[in-house]
């Protein structure tokens, strides 16, 4: 019989996906959930096959580097690869794998949800609720802002910026985006989307800033102060990406100082800490990095990982392979 590879899991994983895990691979399972030290990291790739990361282990040179001729692949849970260094990875004849496509809608979702919630003041007027201020109606209680007319600005438009289009074109918005490239015609037919080539120009003309590109090299702190400066004082801006995406410092000092209407944010550049300045803001609604948190979706990605696994045990190419360079 063929020896089944030695998968090492570093987080606590749904249980259905940690019994099929157990069942196709000989398995080991981090059993106490706490993040994976550098020391155990190191130790963990010296003696496994496939290792099964998350986005809470920093996959660097170093670890690379202390991996045994046994590691073959290093499969994701997550879409967000940042915390890998895949090139030093491929060098080595690593191969990685992701979760993309599963956790799109959940993460569209969530980003609709920070969107009305700041628009809204959703947590302002529920938080105040369940303190008894609710003193009664008036005219003028605790007015939001429109989100129906609004011009939505995208930043990275894959499968999850496209999920937010979707979204926001039922809600009655307009929808722009920044991209690399333009999206296919029949894409930006279907979502009556117009293309800003210049990210400072559409800064500079949206009401509503969605985040939703990689974090990369080429996109860390894409959101300079100098070019959150550049957005309207009426203007929401929203992160379900990463927060290494934004300065978080110079966010918060224009939240603070009112140049930029509101924030909702679910990453953060030192996840998980946060500038302290954020958590006392009004006009910021802030999130444990719940994109992906459904009991559907980390089944499915728990799944993905599973595939790939097992695809490449299989003497395949894993479908969700990320090459370097390839975000
Ligand atoms: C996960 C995410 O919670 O997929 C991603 O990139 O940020 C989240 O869905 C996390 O990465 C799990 O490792």
């Known amino acids: 019989p063929v020896r089944k590879p030695k998968v090492i899991v570093t987080r606590k994983l749904p249980d259905a996906v940690e019994t099929r895990m157990r069942e196709l691979f000989d398995t080991e399972l981090n059993l106490d959930d706490a993040p994976m030290t550098k020391a155990a990291l190191i130790d963990a790739v010296g003696r496994c096959d496939v290792l099964a990361p998350t986005i809470t282990d920093e996959i660097d040179a170093e670890v690379i580097a202390a991996a045994g001729e046994r590691l073959k692949l290093i499969a994701n849970f997550g879409a967000g690869v940042d915390h890998i260094d895949v090139a030093a990875a491929a060098a080595k004849g690593i191969g990685v794998t992701n979760t993309p496509g599963v956790l799109t809608e959940d993460t569209a979702d969530l980003t609709m949800a920070l969107m009305m919630a700041v628009s809204r003041r959703i947590v302002e007027g529920a938080n105040l609720t369940q303190a008894g201020g609710f003193s009664g109606w008036t005219p003028t209680w605790m007015m939001g802002r429109r989100l129906t007319g609004k011009r939505l600005g995208i930043i990275g438009m894959g499968r999850i910026g496209q999920a937010v289009a979707r979204r926001a074109k039922a809600f009655g918005m307009s929808i722009h985006y920044h991209n690399r ?43 300079s102060a100098r070019r959150l400066k550049l957005m309207q004082p009426h203007a929401i801006l929203v992160n379900t990406a990463r927060g290494e995406i934004i300065d978080e410092a110079a966010l918060a000092e224009l939240l603070a100082a009112n140049a930029i209407a509101g924030a909702g944010l679910d990453v953060f550049e030192f996840e998980p800490a946060i500038n302290p300045k954020l958590l006392k803001l009004p006009n910021a609604v802030l999130l444990p990095h719940l994109g992906s948190a459904t009991v559907e979706g980390r089944i499915d990605m728990g799944e993905k990982v599973i595939i790939n696994i097992k695809t490449w045990m299989d003497g395949h190419r894993p479908p969700d392979r990320v090459l370097p360079g390839m975000l």
């Open 181 to 223: 490239k333009p999206v296919s015609p029949r894409i930006a037919e279907e979502l009556e989307a117009t293309y800003w080539e210049s990210l400072d120009q559409m800064l500079a003309r949206m009401d509503i800033i969605s985040v939703n590109c990689p974090h990369t090299p080429a996109t860390y702190h894409l959101l």
